[in-house]
């Protein structure tokens, strides 16, 4: 791989997999060629998010005899975040190579890091999480997909808990067939649809980027009654 700009060679990667009716498969082929030195994964911080770390810092919450799950973990940054909060947490991601490259920069984490598919995920997750954390992943598949992913990210929220969403924002009247992808940026109502079957939101805020000011990123929070 020789482009130097990440967000190219991640592009191309995925127009490949979209190409092949494979419109995961292009995250294993990006941190695979990421462990070889031949990419960048474009969203590895080295950090947790710094809008999640404020929520964190916000919300105080505390994760004592409490389970989270953290999806589309990728390198862990945000796992270890949540998990020294006492969260007893569930790090996914459906790149075997990305949960690899997680269990070796934290180890020794209290954090469990597993390969799963968020599109089918482990039926012994269903409502079983007192705090869910979606970050980019959604975003991550075509538009067409998300629908069905969102569904599955609220579906693993137990009543009573609470699930985060951050993503980058993109205005209602922008077309789909405008963006090229990935990222596809979530609308407004793309956000609010996380908030189905007893999930409420509570909070949503639109947000300067961290990295780029000129863009702007959702931070939204519900709660299942």
Do not use: C
């Not at 020789?2 to 191309?12: E, F, G, L, S, V």
């Not at 007893?88 to 459906?94: E, G, K, N, V």
């Amino acid at each position: 791989m020789t482009d130097d700009d990440p967000d190219t060679a991640t592009r191309r990667l995925a127009r490949e997999s979209l190409a092949a009716d494979d419109p995961t498969g292009w995250f294993e082929r990006l941190y695979s060629a990421a462990a070889d030195g031949q990419a960048v994964v474009p969203w590895d911080r080295g950090t947790a998010h710094p809008l999640l770390t404020e929520w964190v810092q916000s919300a105080e919450p505390d994760g004592a005899g409490k389970r989270a799950l953290i999806v589309g973990a990728g390198t862990g940054w945000d796992a270890e975040l949540i998990a020294d909060l006492g969260y007893d947490t569930i790090a996914f991601d459906i790149s075997p190579t990305a949960i690899e490259a997680a269990q070796r920069a934290h180890p020794g984490s209290k954090a469990q890091y597993q390969v799963a598919d968020l599109l089918d995920p482990p039926a012994q997750w269903h409502r079983a999480f007192d705090l869910v954390v979606e970050i980019f992943t959604v975003q991550a598949l075509p538009i067409s997909w998300q629908a069905a992913a969102t569904k599955q990210v609220g579906e693993q929220v137990r009543p009573g808990g609470t699930l985060v969403v951050i993503a980058a924002a993109r205005a209602d009247d922008v077309p789909d067939g405008a963006v090229e992808g990935p990222p596809w940026p979530l609308t407004r109502a793309s956000i609010e649809a996380f908030g189905v079957n007893d999930l409420r939101l509570i909070q949503l805020e639109e947000l300067p980027s961290p990295s780029d000011p000129s863009s702007t990123r959702w931070r939204a929070e519900f709660l299942r009654d």
